[in-house]
T-cell receptor, first 113, second 114 residues
Framework: AQSVAQPEDQVNVAEGNPLTVKCTYS??????LFWYVQYPNRGLQFLLK??????LVKGSYGFEAEFNKSQTSFHLKKPSALVSDSALYFC???????????FGKGTSLLVTP | EAQVTQNPRYLITVTGKKLTVTCSQN?????MSWYRQDPGLGLRQIYY???????DKGDVPEGYKVSRKEKRNFPLILESPSPNQTSLYFC?????????????FGPGTRLTVT
């Protein structure tokens, strides 16, 4: 069975500081890993994915994530947070393909001026 | 513009009254799915479809039906809604090729069953 854990319900960071949103996963087989963002009253938007290759993947809006196989983690990072980054972030995993995703519960990111 | 549309966006109904939430995508994607989002539970997949006339259950299929008669449309049917189906529903379609596995989500349908 596959699962995703986002251990923090909320992350608070000051504008201009680096941010990290944590994600760990459990899956049999090679994981397909994703991050999505949800702004208020909107659907989810794709940020980035890891399927194979370089462990550091870069995505939209200056976000990046590092795949760490030994720690089964896929943390989302950004060097300098913006107030407009405030949103709900979801990590998702799928074994074997990118179709049947299992989403984490989400982490609310609040960036304060 | 590539998009997934859902209708209605908001719906208040009563227990037992059949309803359908429509979903349509204009990207020619083969894979489509329905999720429900509940506070503290994240997104859970209800049903998915690999292609026309091919559908299968997700993690929480009870009380729901789907059909896929055309590639672009994937309606969600609640034959006899109950209050525990009050939720925020999202339809999504998934790309293949160079943008493989990126899911495009609709704007959501907020359903309240009284």
């Amino acid at each position: 069975a596959q699962s995703v854990a986002q251990p923090e319900d909320q992350v608070n960071v000051a504008e201009g500081n680096p941010l990290t949103v944590k994600c760990t996963y459990s899956v049999s087989g090679n994981p397909y890993l994703f991050w999505y963002v949800q702004y208020p009253n909107r659907g989810l938007q794709f940020l980035l994915k890891y399927i194979t290759g370089d462990n550091l993947v870069k995505g939209s809006y200056g976000f990046e994530a590092e795949f760490n196989k030994s720690q089964t983690s896929f943390h989302l990072k950004k060097p300098s947070a913006l107030v407009s980054d405030s949103a709900l972030y979801f990590c998702a995993v799928s074994p074997y393909s990118g179709y049947a995703l299992n989403f984490g519960k989400g982490t609310s990111l609040l960036v304060t001026p | 513009e590539a998009q997934v549309t859902q209708n209605p966006r908001y719906l208040i109904t009563v227990t037992g009254k059949k309803l359908t939430v429509t979903c349509s995508q204009n990207m020619n994607h083969e894979y489509m799915s329905w999720y429900r989002q509940d506070p503290g539970l994240g997104l859970r997949q209800i049903y998915y479809s690999m292609n026309v006339e091919v559908t299968d259950k997700g993690d929480v299929p009870e009380g729901y039906k789907v059909s896929r008669k055309e590639k672009r449309n994937f309606p969600l049917i609640l034959e006899s809604p109950s209050p525990n189906q009050t939720s925020l529903y999202f339809c999504a379609s998934t790309s293949s090729g160079e943008s493989s596995y990126e899911q495009y989500f609709g704007p959501g349908t907020r359903l309240t069953v009284t």
